[in-house]
């Protein structure tokens, strides 16, 4: 079973920056540098939507158009970790942010093409 753990999650006032984390259990997953990773969030009442998502390499990234130019997705495949740098928060971007991990090193933009899934970190972000 594969462990993802997000972090940093929270309440800041529109304009604020927030950096997300997601830990992979090394000990569980193995392939963790060989898989695209994603982060998708979900604001109450509403799908679950894409947000980024990383190649296994970190050589290609992809943004949703809502959050291109303010939000960046990295990752540390030394610590298995991916990350979300959010900056320029504005209230729309409300929601439980998930991570997901892909065993493919080719990222997708649909929840279905995820395998693993991380239990969510709320953000909150206030006008």
């Known amino acids: 079973q594969v462990q993802l753990a997000e972090s940093g999650g929270g309440l800041v006032q529109a304009g604020g920056s927030l950096r997300l984390s997601c830990a992979a259990s090394l000990r569980t997953f193995s392939t963790f540098s060989s898989s695209a990773m994603g982060w998708f969030r979900q604001a109450p009442g509403k799908e679950r939507e894409f947000v980024a998502a990383i190649t296994w390499s970190g050589g290609s990234t992809s943004y949703a158009d809502s959050v291109k130019g303010r939000f960046t997705i990295s990752r540390d495949n030394g610590k298995n970790t991916v990350y979300l740098q959010m900056n320029s928060l504005k209230p729309e971007d409300t929601g439980v942010y998930y991570c997901?991990?892909?065993?493919?090193?080719?990222?997708?933009?649909?929840?279905?093409?995820?395998?693993?899934w991380g239990q969510g970190t709320q953000v909150t972000v206030s006008s």
């Open positions: 997901a991990a892909r065993l493919s090193p080719v990222y997708s933009t649909l929840p279905v093409n995820y395998n693993y």
